[in-house]
């Protein structure tokens, strides 16, 4: 089955731990995208990522990171800098050349 | 970066009948996508609209597009409870890697 994964689907954090989110797919996509949902908001772009090894920061990229050492993964990792991190995350890819955003399931971070 | 606006917030209707939602975005677009999104789960594109496309049809669904009041709305007809969902307007500008900017969504209702 060709997909995007993320894990896990619930995570819990205590304030001041960094926690990392994670985002699988087996597409054969180049370009991957992180978005943070608040409730009843649309979805707000972190980082993207058009190649492996390379990466940009989106519109509200302050407290967060990301790494893209393999085609297939792009990590997220929230920090202790992240004034107000409790939110679902979602992953997405994009074909080359293509315009369509594949989005994984989600993560939902809450903070304690 | 931009974002776009649906309307109405919240639509609520009974099977059978067509729901219609709106979208403004507020810059130049390649082109247009609606995203249907169940509660707590990722999003599913359903359909795409170039800038130099006034109207598409996919099964139930369609949508319009008017690049000079930067607007676009998506027409379900005979709406099914299994549409029950939030659906969102996202516009591509070409710009950070292609991502997507998205509008705050309209959540549908359809009872039985």
């Known amino acids: 089955d060709g997909g995007i994964t993320q894990s896990p689907k619930y995570l819990f954090r205590k304030e001041g731990q960094n926690v990392t989110l994670s985002c699988e797919q087996n597409l054969n996509h180049d370009a991957m995208y992180w978005y943070r949902q608040d409730p009843g908001q649309g979805l707000r772009l972190i980082y993207y990522?058009?190649?492996?090894?390379?990466?940009q920061k989106g519109d509200i990229a302050e407290g967060y990171s990301v790494s893209r050492e393999k085609k297939e993964s792009f990590p997220l990792t929230v920090t202790s800098a992240q004034k107000n991190p409790t939110a679902f995350y979602l992953c997405a890819s994009r074909i080359p050349g293509g315009d369509t955003q594949y989005f994984g399931p989600g993560t939902r971070l809450t903070v304690l | 970066s931009q974002q776009g606006e649906e309307d109405p917030q919240a639509l609520s209707i009974q099977e059978g009948e067509n729901a219609t939602m709106n979208c403004s975005y507020k810059?130049?677009?390649?082109?247009l996508q609606w995203y249907r999104q169940n509660s707590g789960r990722g999003l599913v594109h359903l359909i795409l609209i170039r800038s130099n496309e006034r109207e598409k049809h996919s099964g139930r669904l369609r949508v319009t597009l008017d690049t000079s009041k930067k607007s676009s709305s998506l027409l379900i007809t005979a709406s099914r409870a299994a549409d029950t969902a939030s659906y969102f307007c996202?516009?591509?500008?070409?710009?950070?890697?292609?991502?997507?900017?998205f509008g705050k969504g309209t959540s549908l209702l359809v009872t039985p």
């Open positions: 810059t130049s677009i390649n082109n």
């Open positions: 990522s058009q190649i492996v090894n390379d990466f």
């Open positions: 996202a516009t591509d500008d070409g710009n950070s890697g292609y991502a997507l900017n």
